[in-house]
């Protein structure tokens, strides 16, 4: 099972929007939802994605996109801006949930229940020399990044983990991570 964390600092909280580049980067959150979970032909049943939204009008919310139960799901960015703004509206969608949990409420969760913690960041250990736990929880902010309060919090229970020296979108990073764990889990 591999997490991924999305802390967008801007994503609203709301289901009145536009589209989801006036939302609060809420297109962001939709790229690293297609690069978490979909490959060529199918969903990646072992991921879940969680967005940590702090944008108008109603931060936080946390968004979870459970691979495993996820269904009635394309690719196309007009069909996740009606998820989207389902989910937002309390509405449903099979596998798209969505609560109140705070980010530092489910990192100390997350690393209770035993699973390992890297958040990501340049100046970290790199992936390819990393042993990467059985249960990773990975954690990136927005365009912005994560605010330095939550960004040491989430390092009391976990460690930096670096992609190399570029600084790379938000959903490349997820990508690359997926990319090097299929990697290992290959050669096993």
Known sequence: MREFVL???QGFTSSRFKGLRDAGRLDTVYQC???????SHGIRRDVIF????????????HLVVDGAELRDARVDEETWEV?????LGRGAHPGVTVDKTTFQQFVRERAESGSQIYVLEEKGAHIRQTEIGPKPVFILGDHVGLPRKDEG?????GTKLSLGKGRYLAASCVDIINYELDNRNAKD
């Open 7 to 9: 802390f967008s600092r």
């Open 33 to 39: 939802i297609l690069m978490a979970l979909f490959r």
């Open 50 to 61: 969680h967005a940590f939204l702090n944008g108008p009008p109603s931060p936080p919310l």
């Open 83 to 87: 998820i989207l703004r389902n989910a």
């Open 153 to 157: 919090y989430a390092l009391r229970y």
